[in-house]
């Protein structure tokens, strides 16, 4: 079936660089999306791959490797702002639904 | 521009009461989504809008939950009647098309039946 994985939970120190992993088991879709969820808020768009390699936007950079069924969000210079929830999301080309992975809670130390 | 807009934010029902939430998209943007998410999980998708046309309700319930989207714009999602498992947040988005990297998100409608 199709079904994304991500660590549940992820823990760094203020100002540090963390790396969040998605693998994904299935082929045939149009692209990796990364969204930002705080605690009692709404997704927000953070980044997409629809090509294979790196996309840096600020202290957030994605990369894809559709070879390797593998994808990640790296962010640096962590803020405690960061503190939230990470999602990654792909879009089919059987039905353009959008299946998104569990999520993964960033929690950030000082 | 102005986002997604939702309302009412939060609902408190008794179960077997009809609820509905409203969601006023981006303008301009033909594809609108209403997805459910419970705590500690991704958001689930219940129906996809391109314009006026639900092109994909497979995950709607249909024996109790209902969905329109007059005029290709606005849409309401309606319940009833609730059950103690809908308590959840009901996220509406919308994107410029079907094929976008990933929709914009309204606040959210969080619902707790009771």
């Known amino acids: 079936g199709q079904s994304l994985e991500q660590p549940s939970e992820v823990t760094a120190v203020e100002g540090a660089i963390v790396q969040i992993n998605c693998t994904y088991q299935t082929s045939g879709f149009y692209g990796l999306s990364w969204y930002q969820q705080h605690d009692g808020g709404a997704p927000t768009f953070l980044s997409y791959n629809g090509l294979d390699g790196l996309e840096e936007t600020g202290r957030f950079s994605s990369f894809l490797s559709r070879s390797d069924s593998y994808g990640y969000l790296l962010l640096q210079e962590l803020q405690m702002k960061d503190s939230a929830s990470y999602f990654c999301a792909v879009k089919w080309y059987s039905n353009y639904q959008l299946i998104w992975g569990a999520g993964t809670k960033l929690i950030i130390k000082p | 521009e102005a986002g997604v807009v939702q309302s009412p934010r939060y609902k408190i029902i008794e179960k077997k009461q009809p609820v509905a939430f409203w969601c006023n998209p981006i303008?301009?943007?033909?594809?609108l989504y209403w997805y459910r998410q419970n705590l500690g999980q991704g958001p689930e998708l219940l129906i996809r809008?391109?314009?006026?046309?639900?092109?994909?309700d497979s995950q709607l319930p249909k024996d109790r939950f209902s969905a329109e989207r007059l005029k290709g714009v606005d849409s309401t999602l309606k319940i009833q009647p609730a059950e103690l498992g809908d308590s959840a947040v009901y996220l509406c988005?919308?994107?410029?098309?079907?094929?976008?990297?990933?929709?914009?998100f309204g606040a959210g409608s969080r619902l707790t039946v009771l």
């Open positions: 988005a919308s994107s410029l098309d079907g094929v976008s990297r990933g929709p914009t």
């Open positions: 809008y391109e314009n006026e046309e639900a092109v994909d």
């Open positions: 303008s301009g943007h033909n594809t």
